[in-house]
Every structure is written in C-alpha cells, then in structure tokens.
C-alpha cells in the first residue's frame, strides 16, 4: 500500500472525488474515483461513486459499465 501524507492514496482520492462530484466538477470527481480505482479495483462502493458522477455528467453508457462492477 502506498502512503501520501499517513493516508492512503485511494482515501485521499476518494476524499477529493465527493466534493469535486457535489460541486458539478465531474471531470475531476471521475478521474478522482478512477485513481482510486486503480488501487482498489473490488471496491463496489467506489464503481458505485464512479457510476453515479458518471450519471450527474450525462455520461449514461459508462454509469451502467460501473454499476455492473459495482454489483460483480
């Protein structure tokens, strides 16, 4: 596991990817939830964040790719 100031990359990741989603900023929220992505692939509930920022950004088709991972 990699560390960025005593937290977890893909905590770190996450933490930003929420705000930048609550905030309409959907590019930075989505590349956020795939960079965790890249370090914890299994993780539904982060397919599922993914999936929804996909959705708020008009992105359908990949929305349901990610929550078909959420649900594998």
Known sequence: MKYLY????DDVHIVLGVPYNLSR???KAIA????A???K???????????ATQANSVQSANAIMAYHK???
């Open 70 to 72: 959420a649900l594998d």
């Open 41 to 51: 692939p299994h993780d539904y509930s982060l397919w599922n964040k993914l999936g």
């Open 32 to 35: 956020s939830f795939q960079k």
């Open 6 to 9: 005593g937290w977890l990359d």
């Open 37 to 39: 992505l890249n370090l």
């Open 25 to 27: 900023e959907y590019d």
